[in-house]
């Protein structure tokens, strides 16, 4: 009984690579020194898979910045901009595309799937050359063949390449990525003659993209693709493999019927529907890569359960051709728990990362074969029951609290208009009135004494002292430069989610919990483990101290349920919708405290609602309905009086826009500068908005600092298709990443630009 991996995060245990790249970006270490890191990460990933036993080990998932990225190096499809005058690609080019340098800016990045991954999206057209430019899979493949480990070498399939591309700028929107195929399988082809001829005899192609809702011109790309390969192929065991959803029927159909494939791996944890499919038809003599121990999340697995799924299936494959892996890379999980010295043991207990996933697989493959590690089973059933019955997980005043929520859909009593009508009574702003996101720039000093009271080198009174010294500075800079609706700038917070789950019941933070974000970046999602509450209100001291600085109306500034919830590794022992009610309550509360103390502005932040959207369509109406349910949660209790704003930091909404209005927040600002107009469009097709909207007016991604005639222009296009009295000032998102001598000069313009078309209107 075999097993197997889908691929290993990068970044190494405790993100060596993150720290050896922005080293050699800065020019503090040579190529050779980033390459040597690479290799020991490498050849320790291997290594360690070697030892636990696992049989087929992936190589060609390290990247230096992204396996897409890779992939368009290895097809030789470099943007002409970059200068690249042909032969292997080496780092100055790989990086330029990746990072941009002095002259051409990086190329677009987008998120892979519904991940925090982030991928670089291919530019092509029907004028790109092909050609075989990055020979890196085939060096990955004998440099661990080297150290003794015969590996799977795994490219991104061809037909997700193109699926997931672009056209490039000045190609028509809508030219064919697909009709490119006949192009790049040329390549593909060499790149397999090279492998076999090295050694290989499996190989891996990712097409996750199989698990969306393609439509059957797009599914043929699939059969037309592997009939191409096929006698390249011949020889080789070929591995598709998929993740992140269930298998559409037809997709399922398309994908078992492929010629020269020998191999399907399926997620299974996502993929319950395709469990059935499974065990309806699925095709004799071929292998099952059985993708059960989840690669998304950070739970242990549980091995009772998993093992006799993969029973099941035995009598559906055959003893031989059923290999146990994993739902997905597990580049998307934390990389080893062992570095987790400060987490609760119990909790700990529940948990495996990466490394620890490697051990699951393997264990389970080993008891398929009859040579089950009792102890190792009877001690993953003992942590399974202590989650199960921990009075950490469970509070039975939020389970009922939660319970409660059944039977209404918690709408806000009077309608949006007459609420701004009241609010503007109280708030008395102008028209095209001037707000910020929240966030003000992180000064060095700042993060320092964040960082010191935290390890309790500065006490409590010098850091109130210094927090709200730099809270009247934000204040005061606001009132300079008569901006209308002020924020306290956030200085205390070094994260929108952690800072409130550092604050709830139900959460755990990591040390080393790193999870690759895109390049060199990584985040650390919190752990949701248990029934969410809040013991105590979160915001209210500093809102209040702000608000007692000015006579202007001061946002009290909250993160939404939704966003907390997606930007954490959620606990997959009830439905997310229930935990994100649970967050809800406790934001309610918030929010109500606040109104409390005299904050008659309150923004909820949900940055990330849109990017929780399921993959498959047959799933987006529900997700939906209880996200926007769960915002609404928070504030329907608020009187007419209080203004509740919201913020998103995407601007591709067209698509969920009516989601956004059932929202039914007061006012939203949404991220609009890079989108071409796009969110506008949305607008001037007819859809109705009757609340306050802010569509950024500038973009804060960049040092750029934006003209008043500029911004002036960007609001006037907008007026042109919203009406006056609803339309805000604002820029796109939150300053903290800016510096002051660029935020200074931008806000001062944008509230130029308003009091200018004031004048006019
Ligand atoms: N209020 C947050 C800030 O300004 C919002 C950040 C975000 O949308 N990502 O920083
Ligand atoms: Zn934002």
Redesign the pocket.
Known sequence: MASHIVGYPRMGPKRELKFALESFWDGKSSAEELQKVSADLRSSIWKQMADAGIKYIPSNTFAFYDQVLDTTAMLGAVPPRYGWNGGEIGFDTYFSMARGNASVPAMEMTKWFDTNYHFIVPELGPDVNFSYASHKAVSEYREAKALGVDTVPVLVGPVSYLLLSKPAKGVEKNFSLLSLLEKILPVYKEVISELKAAGASWIQFDEPTIVLDLDSHKLKAFTDAYSELESSLSGLNVLIETYFADVPVEAFKTLTALKGVTAFGFDLVRGTKTLDLIKAEFPKGKYLFAGVVDGRNIWANDLAASLSTLHALEGIVGKDKLVVSTSCSLLHTAVDLVNETKLDKEIKSWLAFAAQKVVEVNALAKALAGHKDDAFFSDNAAAQASRKSSPRVTNESVQKAAAALKGSDHRRATNVSARLDAQQKKLNLPILPTTT?GSFPQTIELRRVRREYKAKKISEDEYVKAIKEEINKVVKLQEELDIDVLVHGEPERNDMVEYFGEQLSGFAFTVNGWVQSYGSRCVKPPIIYGDVSRPNPMTVFWSSAAQSMTARPMKGMLTGPVTILNWSFVRNDQPRHETCYQIALSIKDEVEDLEKAGINVIQI?E?ALREGLPLRKSEQAFYLDWAVHSFRITNCGVVDTTQIHT???YSNFNDIIHSIIDMDADVITI?NSRSDEKLLSVFREGVKYGAGIGPGVYDIHSPRIPSTEEIADRINKMLAVLETNILWVNP???LKTRKYTEVKPALKNMVAAAKLLRTQL
């Open positions: 996101i932040d940055a913020h998103m930091c991220e796109d998102c939150g």
